[in-house]
């Protein structure tokens, strides 16, 4: 019996091994790669990319505008203007060029001609305002706003005239949104506006396949308007959500790129000489704010107490693990017009109240509270976020602010922010999300329908100067309003901005033209070996 | 025999009214806009409301909970918020990915398990019944989603020998299958043990190795055979449990499964997929069930006759009849 006992042992050990050593079946991402064929190396043209979710849907239009789904889509579908990031400069891509009348009503776009469409038509100004029309029916209907499009018109083949209701100057910038997105009018009315059963799209890769939770193949679009591009052939947008996992992919070889790697991997990556670290800072900062239709918080100098018992520096230092930075002013000075450039006629230090707990406590005294009060504050479930609150927490009770702090998930939060009003104190984030200031402006507008405005800022002055710049075309008045905007917004306290975010990716060492477009989603046409 | 599986398969149905009806009143309830979820920040109050319309998320509780009762009656667990597909055709794809995982998993469960559990039974109190048991403690005590990140540290970061992550090669099974298994193989194990070593002190063992029987005989045919039953109760459990903890490892090894897609699902509010998730996950957890009690009757025949006993209403002719005939 105990020889029979050994020797199950014995084989139960030799199959554990064999399945553990045989496994050189790891499949590294060099597939399809750096093979050699007659002693030449051929160029590895297919690209593996640990993405942190996956896609939602494919319709760019009146689909998700999650930043995972667009970092996929802004590859298959494109804009008339592309921005650069991070200039911020606003670039022709699928037009031409374009220049607006005397009194900035009109805008005439001039797009390239021989642009041709995955189904293999060619993109017409037909089908340019017949896409804008279906933007204007969607969910993302905001990039077409102030367009009066029954009377917008083709003037030929290459050129429409998009007529504007009134003056609106973001509407460039709209026109570089990801949802902005130009296609085939032909295939989409013979697919009945079925994305899943269309690619009308114009953008250098075409929809391959889509294994929902997996992975979401891209094939390069042999046809793409621009010569040479892309060198890559195949995508693999594999799905990892675990944070720590994608960063593992590219070390062991079996990705080349990694979404959003965590500030934990950011010491490992930059040890590694097998990968390159890329960080840039985003155009979003992370603000601290109040719900600004309770009395307490209605009286500026409660915000102010409350903004002068935060150490933001420290806060930055120990929350953040060395990502982002701390804020450099109302916006992130990669934005046109922010006060936060160093160069700006307008330009403010941040903070504006600094850190000063003694005079906090006079203010909030002065306020009626001298014994402080006690608040909720709604962190969400961003770990950076919770993080904030705790620290905040500690620094508001040193003033007598007493704080209970609420994680709740994504979708209760949204809710109790956006739709309930129920908070007190909450974190969120804003950013010229389409590449115009006007974008982070409205957080402060009254008449704001899209939930921006969450803390529920009301002032006429306020409004009137962001509806003027909104209008203003000449680009020195329009900048000298935009810094009104951010100064009174400043001095009012109507946010206090905690840190500025940061893109980090990283990829494997060898791969070149790795650069971020709008939206933060890496245009992967410029990537090559 | 035939009357019983009939008779359980039809109590499925209401089983999974009910839990239908009772995840859809959770989910009313709970906080969250699935439309602000789907739709995203920009969206107008217009595009909203056209959303709630097209998914079937306007009207009151009744109203809504006709919808349901009434799709899934035709077979419809309605359209995904998020991808605006239907359901079914996502869950029939994660399931398949799922089952197979679970079942490599419980098949390892069962072989580690059983055979480990018979060693340590046998020589009990020796070298090896303490190095099974301690093992076995090991692997109950490991929380799954620790012994998945170290299965990756070690095969993955360190040795390079196993993907990290994925689903679909032999290789990118191993690691999830482990992990899923080996917490199921200590519960195996333990209850094979304890099982083994009532058995094998029960007088007919004595009597066959009185006999002269062969040890493996006595082992296998004899011992084994009538220590089954809380055995087969056991795997029958761990099976339900294997699905509940897919959900962390498909989480960790980014694995495209059911759970996976529960937990998706529920962070985006996409309440048409949760109640799919969940509806499916009933449906196999009571044809597991059923599986279990027909594996019953073939280890113990004795089983059998309980079954079709139960709820069978006796004849009273037929009972007068027996009666006069064991009288006369």
């Not at chain 1, 985003?282 to 150490?311: C, G, H, P, W």
């Not at chain 2, 937990?263 to 597991?288: E, H, K, N, P, W």
């Not at chain 2, 027909?294 to 007068?320: C, H, Q």
Request: with cysteine; aromatic share 10%; charged share 20%.
């Amino acid at each position: 019996m105990k020889k029979i006992i050994a020797l199950l042992l014995a084989l139960s050990m030799i199959f554990a091994l064999a399945a553990c050593t045989s496994g050189g079946g790891t499949e590294p991402a060099t597939d399809g790669g750096e093979s050699t064929e007659g002693g030449e190396t051929a160029v590895k043209d297919t690209l593996t990319i640990a993405h942190k979710q996956d896609m939602v849907d494919k319709d760019p239009i009146n689909g998700s505008t999650t930043n995972a789904t667009i970092k996929i889509k802004a590859n298959v579908y494109e804009t008339l203007i592309e921005r650069t990031v991070p200039e911020s400069e606003m670039k022709p891509l699928l037009a031409e060029s374009w220049e607006w009348n005397d009194d900035y009503t009109e805008l005439t776009v001039h797009i390239k001609s021989g642009v041709k469409t995955h189904n293999g038509g060619d993109l017409t100004a037909e089908d340019c305002l017949f896409s804008l029309q279906k933007i204007s029916e969607s969910s993302n209907n905001n990039v077409t706003e102030k367009m009066d499009l029954a009377k917008s018109y083709a003037v030929d083949d290459t050129t429409f005239v998009i007529v504007m209701e009134e003056t609106y100057m973001p509407v460039i910038a709209n026109l570089s949104y990801p949802t902005a997105v130009m296609f085939d009018k032909e295939g989409y009315e013979e697919a009945n506006g079925d994305w899943n059963a269309m690619d009308i799209g114009t953008g250098a890769f075409q929809w391959g396949d889509w294994v929902s939770g997996d992975h979401v193949t891209l094939e390069k679009f042999d046809e793409y308007h621009v010569a040479g591009m892309p060198a890559i052939s195949e995508v693999n947008f594999k799905v990892i959500p675990e944070d720590g996992n994608r960063y593992i992919e590219v070390e062991t070889g079996h990705a080349d790129i990694a979404y959003e790697i965590t500030g934990v991997d950011i010491d490992s990556a930059e040890s590694n000489p097998d990968v390159v670290l890329f960080r840039e800072f985003t155009n979003d900062n992370s603000y601290l704010s109040f719900n600004q239709r309770e009395e307490i918080f209605q009286d500026v100098r409660v915000r102010k107490a409350l903004a002068m018992a935060m150490d933001l520096q420290s806060a930055w230092s120990v929350c953040m693990d060395g990502v982002g930075r701390p804020p450099v002013g109302l916006l992130p000075d990669n934005i046109t017009d922010s006060i936060a450039k160093s160069d700006s006629p307008w330009h403010v230090d941040y903070p504006m109240y600094a850190y000063n707990v003694e005079e906090a406590k006079k203010l909030l005294a002065e306020a009626g509270y001298p014994d402080g009060f006690s608040c909720r504050y709604n962190t969400g479930d961003n770990s950076v976020r919770m993080a904030y609150g705790e620290f905040f927490k500690n620094a508001f009770e040193k003033i007598g602010v007493t704080v209970e702090l609420i994680s709740l998930d994504g979708a209760t939060n949204n809710q109790k922010l956006k739709v309930e009003h129920d908070f007190d104190i909450y974190t969120w984030g804003i950013a010229a999300t389409n590449g115009d200031i006007d974008y982070a402006n409205r957080y402060f507008w009254s008449k704001d329908n899209t939930n921006r405005n969450i803390m529920g800022y009301s002032d006429p002055e306020m409004d009137q100067l962001i509806e003027d710049a909104a209008r203003e075309g000449d680009p020195a008045k329009r900048s000298e309003l935009n810094a009104k905007v951010q100064l009174k917004a400043l001095e009012d306290v109507a946010i206090i901005p905690i840190y500025q975010q940061e893109d980090v990716h990283c990829y494997v060492n060898g791969l070149e033209g790795f650069v971020n477009g709008a939206y933060q989603s890496p245009l992967l046409k410029y990537v090559h070996f | 025999m035939l009357k019983f599986i009939i008779k359980r398969l039809l109590w499925i149905i209401p089983v999974l009214f009910g839990v239908a009806i009772i995840v859809f009143t959770i989910l009313y309830f709970s906080p969250g806009d699935p439309a602000l979820q789907a739709l995203g920040d920009n969206a107008s109050p217009e595009a909203i409301e056209a959303f709630n319309k097209d998914m079937g998320l306007d009207g009151t509780y009744f109203d809504r909970l006709v919808r349901l009762v009434t799709g899934l009656c035709k077979g419809d667990l309605g359209k995904s918020y998020k991808t605006r597909t239907p359901v079914i055709n996502e869950l029939v794809t994660k399931f398949k990915v799922t089952l197979r995982i679970s079942a490599y998993a419980i098949i390892l469960g069962i072989i580690l398990g059983i055979f480990f559990g018979i060693i340590s039974a046998l020589y009990q109190n020796s070298i090896w019944d303490t190095l099974s048991t301690g093992v076995a403690l090991f692997g109950i005590s490991m929380p799954m989603f620790w012994q998945g990140l170290m299965l990756i540290l070690l095969f993955s970061v360190i040795l390079n020998w196993l993907p990290p992550s994925g689903y679909g090669t032999w290789q990118q099974m191993i690691m999830p299958v482990v992990a899923l298994g080996v917490n199921s193989s200590a519960t195996i194990m333990r209850t094979t043990r304890s099982s083994m070593l009532e058995v094998m002190r029960q007088d007919y063992i004595r009597t066959a190795k009185a006999k002269g029987q062969k040890f493996s005989t006595i082992v296998i045919r004899h011992a084994l055979h009538n220590a089954m039953i809380p055995i087969i109760t056991v795997i029958g459990l761990q099976l339900s449990a294997l699905l509940a903890g897919s959900i962390v490892t498909e989480v960790i090894f980014s694995i495209s499964g059911v759970g996976r897609y529960l937990v998706d699902s529920m962070t985006a509010r996409d309440y048409a997929a949760v109640q799919g998730c969940v509806i499916l996950i009933a449906f196999v957890s009571a044809i597991l069930n059923l599986i279990v009690d027909i594996i019953y009757t073939f280890i113990d025949p004795r089983m059998k006759t309980m079954y079709e006993s139960a709820g069978v209403k006796l004849n009273p002719k037929k009972l007068a009849k027996a009666a006069e005939v064991s009288n006369g």
